[in-house]
């Protein structure tokens, strides 16, 4: 049974670039959630996809988009990279249901941004 | 807005030894709390989790938790840790989106690293 899968693993950008991570979600779930996570610091919710729509957002600029594919599979995607965009990017997945909140998210091994 | 506060960002312990990891979180609502742990060059794995229900929750690895309302806390405890024990430990709280049923979206600690040595 596959887990959350990431791609890709490591990834080099210049500041102004733009990037696309991707995440294929643990086989059964439908719901994905997308966390930056900077050195030495815990994970920071940017935003969740349920039914191929964004369901909440956390404090992170419009510069932060995503999307999500009716295979339920997801993309991040970040705009006029800054320095400070440099952090591993996870993706979690979960099943949706009346209470999801109790659901727990699986992790993907996440992709490690540089930005030069 | 919910908050939590891992209170050690450290913690050297020997091998066999027990350990407690401390977690305390501000919430107005009923919460969700989560122990994750993050190995080096890894995701993060689920180590235990509290819905509703007994206070002390069992999780992988001979991990445990107890949750106190009265205290906010939810701290981690092992009674021997082993070498292979040493991670990164993130305690996080489920967030309750307003107006609307719970997301599942997760509030981080600033994460502990356990440090066990032989």
């Known amino acids: 049974d596959a887990g959350v899968t990431q791609s890709p693993t490591h990834l080099i950008k210049t500041r102004g670039q733009q990037v696309t991570l991707r995440c294929s979600p643990k086989?059964?779930?439908?719901?994905v959630s997308w966390y930056q996570q900077a050195l030495g610091q815990g994970p920071q919710f940017i935003f969740q996809y349920y039914e191929e729509e964004e369901r909440q957002r956390g404090n992170f600029p419009d510069r932060f988009s995503g999307h999500q594919f009716p295979n339920y599979s997801s993309e991040l995607n970040v705009n006029a990279l800054l320095l400070g965009d440099s952090a591993l990017y996870l993706c979690?997945?979960?099943?949706?249901?009346?209470?999801?909140?109790?659901?727990?998210?699986?992790f993907g091994d996440g992709t490690r941004l540089s930005i030069l | 807005a919910q908050s939590v506060t891992q209170l050690d960002s450290q913690v050297p312990v020997f091998e066999e030894a027990p350990v407690e990891l401390r977690c305390n979180y501000s919430s107005s609502v009923s919460v969700y709390l989560f122990w994750y742990v993050q190995y080096p060059n890894q995701g993060l794995q689920l180590l235990l989790k509290y819905l509703s229900g007994s206070t002390l929750v069992k999780g992988i690895n001979g991990f445990e938790a107890e949750f106190n309302k009265s205290q906010t806390s939810f701290h981690l405890r092992k009674p021997s840790v082993h070498i292979s024990d040493t991670a990164e430990y993130f305690c996080?709280?489920?967030?309750?989106?307003?107006?609307?049923?719970?997301?599942?979206?997760?509030?981080f600690g600033q994460g502990t690293t356990l440090q066990v040595k032989p």
């Open positions: 996080a709280v489920s967030d309750l989106w307003e107006g609307s049923s719970n997301t599942g979206k997760l509030i």
């Open positions: 979690a997945s979960s099943l949706a249901g009346s209470r999801i909140g109790n659901q727990p998210q699986h």
């Open positions: 086989s059964g779930h439908d719901t």
